[in-house]
């Protein structure tokens, strides 16, 4: 055995440990009574499971949060994807200008949230679209398409030319060639850049905050409102039951796309 292998491994357990703290901590939390809450010394894990936060998470608009998180996150992650990957398409192909093109959305997402909420909320009170999933799902697909062109870009680019000239050849018409050919040979970076934004739009809060008041409130948004980050120590019980519930869609969309992840990534390190 190497030398460096046990310290390798005491690294990786510590890591990992680390980055599954918050996650064990906060559902050990949300089964917990008030009275464990507030226990010192703490207790690692409830000793009186209760499923009363939840029943309270719930009883405090828990499921319609929850419902409109999926709703923009779902919707924007969509037209993202639908606008994203025929425009980096095109930017792998053709190779013109493309220096402004990355540039202006850098400049857009390196500007602070809010520099684009408060022209966004003006506009939406005109057409109606404030504190509405319809316009945070537009918004929500707008500010993160970006992301969709500049990772499946280099995806695309490492498709050879050579093959669509083949396909032609063969009778396929251009406009069908980047569903029909590229899109199946470029699954794997399609998958991680959608997973990316989904994560984005799912955790998002500025937004949220600026442009919804009520009817349209995300889990991240009622999370805040129900004291978890506002020092409200009351409600903790029930903001770690909506966080707990609000972890269910990430991990079940992250399970159902591991294998397409491990396998893009392995073909990644194998290609370099």
């Not at 707008?142 to 969709?148: H, R, S």
């Not at 850049?193 to 600026?210: D, G, M, P, R």
Request: glycine share 8%.
């Amino acid at each position: 055995m190497n030398n460096h292998q046990p310290v390798a491994y005491l690294l990786m357990a510590i890591v990992t440990v680390l980055a599954l703290f918050p996650l064990f901590w906060t559902v050990s939390t949300s089964f917990k009574t008030d009275q464990e809450l507030f226990t010192r010394p703490l207790y690692w894990l409830p000793r009186v499971p209760t499923l009363s936060n939840y029943a309270e998470a719930f009883g405090q608009n828990g499921l319609r949060v929850i419902s409109n998180g999926l709703i923009v996150a779902f919707g924007g992650t969509g037209l993202a994807l639908l606008l994203g990957f025929p425009a980096a398409y095109t930017m792998s192909r053709y190779r013109k200008r493309r220096f402004a093109v990355f540039i202006v959305p850098l400049i857009m997402r390196a500007s602070p949230p809010v520099v684009l909420a408060i022209p966004l909320l003006v506009l939406y009170s005109w057409f109606g679209l404030a504190d509405t999933t319809q316009g945070l799902t537009l918004v929500y697909g707008a500010t993160t398409v970006f992301y969709i062109v500049w990772m499946i870009k280099p995806f695309i680019d490492a498709v050879p030319r050579e093959l669509e000239d083949a396909a032609m050849v063969d009778g396929v018409p251009r406009w069908k060639l980047p569903f029909n050919l590229i899109l199946p040979m470029v699954v794997g970076g399609v998958v991680v850049s959608t997973t990316f934004v989904f994560i984005l739009n799912w955790t998002e809060y500025v937004l949220a905050l600026s442009l919804t008041s009520h009817e349209a409130r995300t889990a991240a948004l009622h999370m805040a409102g129900m004291g978890a980050t506002a020092g409200d120590w009351v409600d903790q019980g029930p903001a770690a039951a909506l966080s707990a519930i609000s972890l269910v869609p990430f991990l079940g969309f992250a399970y159902y796309l591991q294998k397409q992840l491990v396998r893009t990534f392995f073909v990644g390190v194998v290609g370099k």
